[in-house]
């Protein structure tokens, strides 16, 4: 019978250091590796150019103010032609839902007397009443104490801004 052959010495510990020196570098450059392409990309928008130093602010939330329906008589020469319309002003400083409510009165006077001075025409292409949400937007920023330039107007340097961003109909009724 043949003889076994004989059994490998046990490696000693000298011999397993470097073995192991070589897995915790492994390991150290790995982790070192991860760390730094998530900091390289998580620096980064989704397009991948970096982000600034001054990240711009986020927009504001728009808050809304609904007015009570208009109706008003159009300019008609019979007479008889109305328009119900309904007006959402949005805006984004609360400071301005408190001016709206001071001035109420003269918001909601400025609108109707723009509102009576159409023609039904006026109010029955989508040109016109995109119109209208702008010569809104134009008169509720005046009622609040503003000068602002008419529309189509360039703004002088020293203008205020306007803070109704949007006028939006909720409801439009032209008979």
């Known amino acids: ?3 076994a052959a004989p059994a490998a010495p046990a490696p000693t510990r000298k011999a397993r250091a470097p073995r192991v020196l070589a897995l915790a570098l492994a390991g150290a450059l790995l982790c070192g590796g991860s760390a730094a392409a998530a900091w390289f990309y998580l620096g980064r928008d989704p397009a991948g150019e970096a982000k600034s130093a001054k990240a711009p602010k986020k927009a504001k939330k728009p808050l809304f103010t609904t007015l009570e329906p208009f109706t008003a008589n159009l300019q008609d020469p019979r007479g008889e032609r109305f328009a119900q319309i309904g007006v959402t002003l949005q805006f984004d400083d609360p400071e301005v839902e408190v001016t709206i409510k001071d001035r109420l009165p003269a918001v909601r006077n400025d609108i ?3 509102i009576s001075s159409k023609q039904v025409e006026d109010l ?5 009443k995109q119109a209208l ?3 809104i937007r134009w008169r509720a920023g ?3 104490g503003l000068a602002l330039p008419a529309p189509g107007q360039p703004a002088p340097a020293n203008a205020p801004e306007n ?3 949007e006028v939006l109909f909720s409801q439009f009724i032209v008979q």
Do not use: V
């Not at 029955?124 to 016109?128: A, E, F, I, Y």
């Open 133 to 135: 949400a702008q010569e």
């Open 1 to 3: 019978m043949s003889e």
């Open 112 to 114: 109707l007397m723009l």
């Open 163 to 165: 803070p109704i961003h």
């Open 142 to 144: 005046r009622a609040l």
């Open 124 to 128: 029955l292409s989508m040109d016109g």
